[in-house]
């Protein structure tokens, strides 16, 4: 039974492609970026319109419940990464004042997140090469949770690629249970005097808001017209507006390993990038954050509104 709160959104559209005796559906965004696909068997090549607006454009019962059963799997595919990803952020609420002392502990390290596709979970990769790739393995074999008595933890993957890159793959529970070691390992060293970040523990309290806030916020300020999604996690806050050209809002290092707030084109990321000025340092508050997000909106307005 479809939940009428999963009628097709607003400027999404259903693309209909016959294919033998199979109809395949993509459910495409206001973008035309593909969310959800999936196949509907037909033996003869009914008479369907190849792109669809509204659910009542499809006459045919049967084709009409495979499209509506493509939107709901959509919404709970999605209520399952946003589960996920609230339960992330919970367990790591300093995630950027992490990255960032990983980044110092392991100089040179490569850390990225994406989405694993098949549990709809968070999947963290450290990727280091040369010098740095001993200090990553040391790193994960002090950490005592990186293997168990029969091998190897479970979501936890190491490789050694042809370019002599060693990478750490971790899914989203050791992830957790990782940064958490590695958080109180900080915090011990620097209540020792031992190993203290230049920037200080202080760094761990940095971006309490997650980076999709701010573009949030920046919303409120550019008006009608605009609108936006966050990144997985909330590591970085996504704006389109009437041209539908996606201005990314995330956090970058500059030359000295500092982390930046940056408004940069999400489709150009070598080209234009403006530091937000944050002379008092990231959001601490709601007054902040307000303040912020219409300082992300004057920049869009003078850089990235003409493209």
């Known amino acids: 039974m479809t939940n009428s709160s999963n009628a097709l959104p607003d400027k999404w559209t259903i693309r209909l492609h016959p294919t033998l005796n199979l109809l395949v559906l993509s459910l495409l965004d206001a973008g035309g970026i593909e969310r959800q696909r999936s196949y509907h068997m037909t033996r003869t090549p009914a008479a369907v319109p190849s792109t669809v607006h509204d659910l009542d454009e499809i006459t045919d019962a049967e084709l009409r419940g495979s499209a509506t059963a493509l939107i709901d799997r959509y919404f709970e595919r999605?209520?399952?990464?946003?589960?996920?990803?609230d339960a992330f952020s919970k367990a790591v609420p300093n995630w950027f004042g992490l990255v960032a002392r990983l980044r110092r502990a392991v100089p040179d390290?490569?850390?990225?997140?994406?989405l694993d596709h098949d549990d709809l979970a968070l999947r963290m990769t450290l990727t280091a090469t040369g010098p740095a790739s001993g200090h990553l393995l040391t790193l994960i074999a002090s950490w005592?949770?990186?293997?168990?008595a029969d091998g190897p933890t479970d979501g936890v993957t190491r490789g050694l690629d042809e370019t002599g890159n060693v990478t750490v793959a971790l899914e989203q529970e050791p992830a957790?249970?990782?940064?958490?070691w590695f958080r109180e390992q900080s915090r011990a060293a620097a209540q020792n005097?031992?190993?203290v970040a230049e920037h200080g523990e202080a760094d761990l309290d940095d971006y309490r808001f997650p980076v999709s806030a701010y573009a949030k916020a920046a919303l409120v300020?550019?008006?009608e017209g605009w609108d936006g999604d966050s990144g997985f996690i909330g590591n970085d806050g996504r704006i389109w507006g009437p041209t539908w050209r996606t201005i990314l809002i995330s956090v970058t290092e500059d030359f000295d390993g500092v982390p930046d707030l940056t408004v940069r084109w999400a489709d150009d990321p070598d080209?234009?990038?403006v530091a937000v000025d944050l002379p008092n340092g990231a959001a601490s508050t709601r007054a902040d954050l307000r303040a912020i997000g219409q300082q992300i909106a004057d920049i869009i307005r003078a850089k990235f509104s003409d493209s």
């Open 193 to 195: 005097g031992l190993a």
């Open 109 to 114: 390290v490569q850390i990225s997140t994406d």
């Open 144 to 148: 005592p949770c990186s293997a168990t």
């Open 176 to 180: 957790i249970a990782f940064l958490t």
């Open 221 to 223: 300020y550019l008006g």
């Open 78 to 85: 999605l209520a399952r990464v946003r589960e996920n990803a």
């Open 271 to 273: 080209g234009l990038a």
